[in-house]
Nanobody, 125 residues
Framework: QVQLVESGGGLVQAGDSLRLSCAVS????????TAWFRQAPGSEREFVAS????????YYADYVKGRFTISRDNAKNTLYLQMNLLKSEDTAVYYC??????????????????WGQGTQVTVSS
């Protein structure tokens, strides 16, 4: 099993920055890729960014590209999401996720075996 715990959410103003963290524990050796998703009220959960647990492969959704940066610190078993130039439409619950699979679409929620409980990000305009 793998456990994921997010932190760092909060209330900020448009244009501000925020960094989310996700502590990863358990069978981390089994993880191939990790990702951030988000879900706004009344909307489906959507992909934000992903990064392989080993290596440097990263992918971003077009609506965050150039503003958000995903990274991880394997020594600390922690995944990060640096969010800059936040907009009101970024308001959502943000979830980190981990996958053991080597194949499948990185933006597909079905690929991910493990999920955190989520952290709320609210951006006021």
């Amino acid at each position: 099993q793998v456990q994921l715990v997010e932190s760092g959410g909060g209330l900020v103003q448009a244009g501000d920055s925020l960094r989310l963290s996700c502590a990863v524990s358990g069978r981390t050796f089994a993880i191939y890729t990790t990702a951030w998703f988000r879900q706004a009220p009344g909307s489906e959960r959507e992909f934000v960014a992903s990064i392989t647990w080993i290596g440097r492969g990263t992918y971003y959704a077009d609506y965050v590209k150039g503003r958000f940066t995903i990274s991880r610190d394997n020594a600390k078993n922690t995944l990060y999401l640096q969010m800059n130039l936040l907009k009101s439409e970024d308001t959502a619950v943000y979830y980190c996720a981990a996958s053991r699979l080597y194949s499948g679409n990185y933006y597909d929620t079905g690929r991910y075996d493990y999920w955190g409980q989520g952290t709320q990000v609210t951006v006021s305009s």
